[in-house]
């Protein structure tokens, strides 16, 4: 079955980067866009980006730009999300999703999220 | 950028019907995703482009949208039904776009 498994809980101060891991299985890592969505304690999902894994292109949202940086290693099925110059509002879950859409047909504004991984916990503190 | 809002709970008693919305500005003219986030876990898919469902989603769970509101519907609620509720669009203007969120309750 598809499974995305995520990499374990990160504490980082204030000014630190992190890199999350995101490893697929059960289907062609390279087939579909890979999304990355954030949650902050108690509060909503808020959606940073995605990669293609094919070709490596990406496309964040405007908050996130010249903070983030996602990469994938397409000989371990794997996406990263690194986020630079943490401060302690970017303390959340992080998580990668699927997205519906085979990359060979192209982008498409109506497609979704599925499977999502089990989150990664950053917790941003001095 | 675009906003999508959601009431911030809805209580339902057992065997009866939840009804979630989600307003946007003519969100009727674009696809609709709803996810179900159970405390500590991770989100998952529940209805996808309006009113389609994965499969292993029962169907009690459905979905519509027309003008400026989506709604998903929950037919004879369970108490696994319990959940935190999310609505998705994309939007030209800023990407991905979730609604706040809903807290279904189950009395």
Redesign the interface.
Known sequence: QVQLVQSGAEMKKPGDSVKVSCKASGYTFTGNYMHWVRQAPGQGLEWMGWINPDSGDTNYAQKFQGRVTMTRDTSISTAYMELSRLKSDDTAVYYCARDSSLVGLGFSPSNWFDPWGQGTLVTVSS | SYVLTQPPSVSVAPGKTARITCGGDNIGSK?V?W?QQKPGQ????VI??DYDR?SGIPERFSGSNSGNTATLTISRVEAGDEADY?C?V?D?S????????TKVTVL
């Open positions: 696809s995703h996810y991770a989100p998952v898919l996808y482009s994965p999310y998705q994309w030209s800023g990407g991905y776009v979730f609604g706040t969120g």
